[in-house]
Structure formats: structure tokens, C-alpha cells
């Protein structure tokens, strides 16, 4: 097995995870204090749940701080990305044509076009592998997920939806045929997405910018909010399709190319009793080998409601990080917090739980476009940025989902 080493802690992370712990211990403080009055009473004095409420937001915030920290850790600073080998001249002409539209050496991307007929041309792979690293850093889909490369527009995968049979046989007996394999093939489009940073003419001339992580950091942002919208809740039509974008069914009852859901059980809220038990029913959803490299993802208002669970023996369930580089977790999975997922409300696939790498596949197409555009914007000048991306579930026994219904 390969060793991963992980970096040092900085201090600005190690105040974070400071923080981050010192806040969960006044959090689990008021929140029993708060249990302890809903035992006696039935119910909590208002201030108190107030006062809960502002330490759990103080709890987020101290995590949203930590995430950020990890994040910005993994993310290459401008100016140290690894270099890729490459022709120098690539290099030098990218760079003249990024900073004074100079085109000679540069490989046309045809279909891309202006009126002022300017040509969008393919980045040199330095600055592709830039863009790659830091969406692959910033995007929390990126991280849990499959990433592949590819070539063709549209990438073709076959899978096995159902074994070859097979049997127990006498040493002198006949061997009957066997059913074969059931194939389904899957397939993954990809779709442009775009981005429009803009520069000063100051900024190009200055010699000391290094403009190929300039535009690296600028698109950065842009893809990855997008991306993570899509991969979640994509529709399919000119974007990828999010997990959550497929018919979600009973677990009991579903079938290949469906995404089983655990009730719940209650109509946009947990049960009202032992509502950590409708988590541990989620957790084995799943068949056994899944469960090894599975995770949690909910949104933030999510995580903030299972913060204040306890198991049978009174311990919580969510545990923040120990250490930094590392996330909180959930009954002992990693939690991994992604916006875009629904906030819990009737009928509502708040929670999804699984092993995402062999879950959800996102492809790159291969090669990044640029188009300068000094014309639209004066005295700014754009640079019309594009890749194709795609995704979709590959294997839809590897996720399931928490529905927010009574069954």
C-alpha cells in the first residue's frame, strides 16, 4: 500500500482547529444542558435555545474556517505550480498571445470565433495541468469523486449490471451453460463551461505576472461553483448530471439506474425519536463493499441539525476533525459539506451517504480554450475561457440517500 505523508500543520491551521474545538466543547456543554431541561420539562427556556443556536453558528463558523485553511493548504500558491515539460516556445507564444494577442505558433481551436474574428486557441498543458490542480483542490465533488480524461466528446463506459452464473458440479458431471453477463452501457457527455476573467492592460505588461497561473486562479472560482452545482443537481441537458437528478426510489426497491433512498421518518424533519438510528439504517444501505470508503455529504443547515444527536450511551455523533487536513465525521464516516445539496423539507434528499469514487464519475475533455477579447469591455480586456466537462453515476449500488419523509 502506498504511504501518504501528510504536511505539517501551519499555524493558521492549528489556531483553526483551536477554535473549531474549543467551540464544540461550549456547544456540547449548552446543548445538554438544553436536553437535560427538555427531559424535566418537555420543553426549553427560549433563551436557552438561543444561546445553543448561536454556539452552533459559532461551531459552523469555526469549521467553515478550518475547511477553508485545508483548502487553501491543498491549493498550489501562484507562482509554485510543478512545471510541466514542455516546448519553450509553447510557453513563450501562449504568453504573447495572452498579453498582446500575438498568435503565431499557437494551435487554432476551430468553432471558436468572433466578430472581430479572433480565434480561440488550446492553453499549453502547464497551464491546463494549473487549472486541473486547483479545481481538483477547490471542488468537493472533485476530491471524493472519479476523475477521468478523455479524448472523445462523449465517453462510453460498459458495466456489469448482473454476473455470469455459475454453479456446483460433480467431478464427472455435465456442465450446463450459464446465463452471461448483463452489460448496460452508461454514457457521459461533455458540455462547455465557460468563464470570462478580465485583466488591465497594466497587468499584461508587467513582465513579473505570471500570467498562465493568473488565468489558472481567475477561472478557478468560476468552474468550480458551477461544477459543483451540476454534479449534484445537474439536469443533463448541457451540463453534467447530478446524483440526485436520477429517479430516486425506495431502497428496497430499486433497480439499476435508480438511487435508493432510506426514509427519514418523518415528513421533512427526523423522527422525533432516535432519530440517529434512521442514520445507521443509511449507513447500511449499502452492501458491505461500499461501506470501507464511504462518506456523508449534506450541506451545511444539515450538519448543523445532526450536531446535536447523541448515540444510546450519550456520546454525540458528529465529531469535529482531530487533526488538521483531516474533515468532522458522522457515526464515524467523513463528512463531506457541499452547498448546492438540499436543506432538509419534505420529501427532501438532504443526505446522501456512499463511496463516491466508485459512485460518480466526472470526465474532462482533454484541452482548455482561450479566447482574447480586448473589444467588449475597454479598456479591460477578456479572456473567454472554456472547457468541457461531464458526469453521472457509474455505479448506482454505491449511493444512497436520506429522504425526509415518513416513509
Not at 126 to 134: D, L, M, N, P
Not at 207 to 232: H, M, P, R
Amino acid at each position: 500500500m502506498k504511504e501518504t505523508k501528510q504536511a505539517p500543520a501551519t499555524p493558521e491551521a492549528r489556531a483553526a482547529m483551536h477554535e473549531m474545538m474549543a467551540a464544540f466543547e461550549a456547544f456540547k456543554g449548552a446543548n445538554d444542558t438544553r436536553l437535560d431541561e427538555i427531559e424535566r420539562k418537555a420543553s426549553a427556556d427560549t433563551l436557552l435555545e438561543e444561546k445553543v443556536a448561536r454556539i452552533d453558528q459559532a461551531v459552523a463558523s469555526a469549521q467553515a474556517r478550518l475547511d477553508r485553511v485545508v483548502s487553501e493548504g491543498r491549493r498550489p500558491p501562484l507562482g509554485t505550480e510543478p512545471k510541466v515539460i514542455e516546448a519553450p516556445e509553447a510557453k513563450a507564444a501562449f504568453d504573447g498571445y495572452l498579453r498582446a494577442g500575438a498568435s503565431f505558433g499557437l494551435e487554432l481551436k476551430a468553432g471558436l470565433s468572433s466578430a472581430s474574428n479572433s480565434a480561440g486557441y488550446v492553453v499549453p498543458e502547464q497551464t491546463e495541468r494549473a487549472i486541473e490542480r486547483r479545481l481538483m483542490a477547490g471542488s468537493p465533488m472533485r476530491e471524493i469523486s472519479t476523475v477521468r480524461t478523455v479524448q472523445a466528446g462523449v465517453f462510453r463506459k460498459p458495466v456489469s449490471i448482473a454476473g455470469v452464473g455459475s454453479g456446483w458440479v460433480a467431478e464427472t458431471a455435465a456442465r450446463p451453460e450459464t446465463d452471461p453477463a448483463t452489460l448496460a452501457l452508461l454514457e457521459f457527455p461533455s458540455a462547455d463551461l465557460y468563464a470570462c476573467p478580465a485583466a488591465t492592460q497594466s497587468l499584461l505588461d508587467d513582465a513579473l505576472v505570471d500570467l498562465d497561473e493568473w488565468l489558472a486562479a481567475e477561472v478557478e472560482d468560476a468552474f468550480t461553483a458551477q461544477e459543483t452545482q451540476a454534479f449534484v443537481n445537474g439536469d443533463g441537458s448541457n451540463k453534467p448530471r447530478g446524483f440526485l437528478d436520477y429517479t430516486i426510489v425506495a431502497d428496497a426497491d430499486q433497480d439499476w439506474g435508480e438511487i435508493g433512498y432510506v426514509a427519514s421518518g418523518a415528513a421533512g424533519a427526523f423522527a422525533p425519536t432516535s432519530p440517529a438510528d434512521r442514520l445507521i439504517d443509511l449507513i447500511y444501505a449499502p452492501k458491505a463493499q461500499y461501506r470501507p470508503n464511504a462518506r456523508f455529504v449534506m450541506n451545511r443547515r444539515t450538519v448543523s441539525a445532526v450536531r446535536k444527536f447523541k448515540d444510546a450511551d450519550g456520546n454525540y455523533i458528529w465529531q469535529p476533525a482531530q487533526r488538521a487536513g483531516e474533515t468532522a465525521s458522522l457515526l464515524g464516516y467523513p463528512v463531506t459539506e457541499i452547498e448546492t445539496m438540499p436543506n432538509i423539507a419534505a420529501n427532501a434528499a438532504a443526505i446522501a451517504f456512499g463511496d463516491f469514487r466508485r459512485g460518480y464519475l466526472i470526465v474532462d475533455r482533454a484541452g482548455v480554450r482561450v479566447l482574447r477579447d480586448p473589444y467588449s469591455a475597454k479598456p479591460y480586456v477578456l479572456f473567454y475561457t472554456t472547457r468541457r466537462v461531464g458526469g453521472g453515476v457509474q455505479d448506482f449500488d454505491a449511493i444512497k440517500v436520506m429522504k425526509f419523509s415518513a416513509t
